[in-house]
T-cell receptor, first 112, second 112 residues
Framework: GDSVTQMEGPVTLSEEAFLTINCTYTATGYPSLFWYVQYPGEGLQLLLKATKADDKGSNKGFEATYRKETTSFHLEKGSVQVSDSAVYFCALLIQGAQKLVFGQGTRLTINP | SQTIHQWPATLVQPVGSPLSLECTVEGTSNPNLYWYRQAAGRGLQLLFYSVGIGQISSEVPQNLSASRPQDRQFILSSKKLLLSDSGFYLC???????????FGPGTRLTVT
C-alpha cells in the first residue's frame, strides 16, 4: 500500500543551522506530495506542496523537491530560527484518492 | 476565503460519559471532511471521512462514530468514553479542485 517514511526525531539544531528532514514514499500511482507543520497546541498548516516530478515547493524559506527517481521529498531550510520549532509531517495524496497518507512526524527543536 | 472551526477547544470528560465534537467549514461547498486523532507525541490517525451528507467512511473500528447532518458540518460522537480516547482531535476539509487538506485548530480531549 501507499506509505510515507520520515526520518526519526526528535531533531535538535542551533539557530542558523542548515536543516534537512528526510521523507521517502511508496505509492502505486502518481502522488502529490506535501509538508505540513504543527506548532505546539495547534492544528496542522500546509507548509508547501509539489504535484508532479521535479516540482519544487517553497514557503517561508523551506524548500522540497519532488524526486521521482528516488521517491523522495526532503524538506530543507538554509538557516533555521527558534520559531521553526514544531512537528513536521510529510504526506502524499494519490490522484483520485480521498485520503492523505501521512508520515509519523518529525519533532524539530531549535535552540538559540 | 475558507475557514474551519472546531469546538470546544478543550474538554475534560469522565470515563463512560458521552462525547460530541463539532466541526464546521465556511466558504466552500460540498467539501470532503475528515476526523483525525493525535495521541500525545504521536502521529495522525484518520478516524472517519465523508464525501457528502450522510456518507461516512470509518477507518478504525472503535467506540467513536461520526455524522454529517449538513454539507459543511461534521460531528464526532461517542456514547461512552474510554481512557484511550484522550487525545487531540483534528478536523480537516478538502475540496474546490485543490489537492491539499486544510485543518482546524483542534480539540484537546482528556478522559479522566
Amino acid at each position: 500500500g501507499d506509505s510515507v517514511t520520515q526520518m526519526e526525531g526528535p531533531v535538535t539544531l542551533s539557530e542558523e543551522a542548515f536543516l534537512t528532514i528526510n521523507c521517502t514514499y511508496t505509492a502505486t500511482g502518481y502522488p502529490s506530495l506535501f509538508w505540513y507543520v504543527q506548532y505546539p497546541g495547534e492544528g496542522l498548516q500546509l507548509l508547501l506542496k509539489a504535484t508532479k516530478a521535479d516540482d519544487k515547493g517553497s514557503n517561508k524559506g523551506f524548500e522540497a523537491t519532488y524526486r521521482k527517481e528516488t521517491t523522495s521529498f526532503h524538506l530543507e531550510k538554509g538557516s533555521v530560527q527558534v520559531s521553526d520549532s514544531a512537528v513536521y509531517f510529510c504526506a502524499l495524496l494519490i490522484q483520485g484518492a480521498q485520503k492523505l497518507v501521512f508520515g509519523q512526524g518529525t519533532r524539530l527543536t531549535i535552540n538559540p | 476565503s475558507q475557514t474551519i472551526h472546531q469546538w470546544p477547544a478543550t474538554l475534560v470528560q469522565p470515563v463512560g460519559s458521552p462525547l460530541s465534537l463539532e466541526c464546521t467549514v465556511e466558504g466552500t461547498s460540498n467539501p470532503n471532511l475528515y476526523w483525525y486523532r493525535q495521541a500525545a507525541g504521536r502521529g495522525l490517525q484518520l478516524l472517519f471521512y465523508s464525501v457528502g451528507i450522510g456518507q461516512i467512511s470509518s477507518e478504525v473500528p472503535q467506540n467513536l462514530s461520526a455524522s454529517r447532518p449538513q454539507d459543511r458540518q461534521f460531528i464526532l460522537s461517542s456514547k461512552k468514553l474510554l481512557l484511550s480516547d484522550s487525545g487531540f482531535y483534528l478536523c480537516a476539509w478538502h475540496g474546490g479542485g485543490g489537492y491539499e487538506q486544510y485543518f482546524g485548530p483542534g480539540t484537546r480531549l482528556t478522559v479522566t
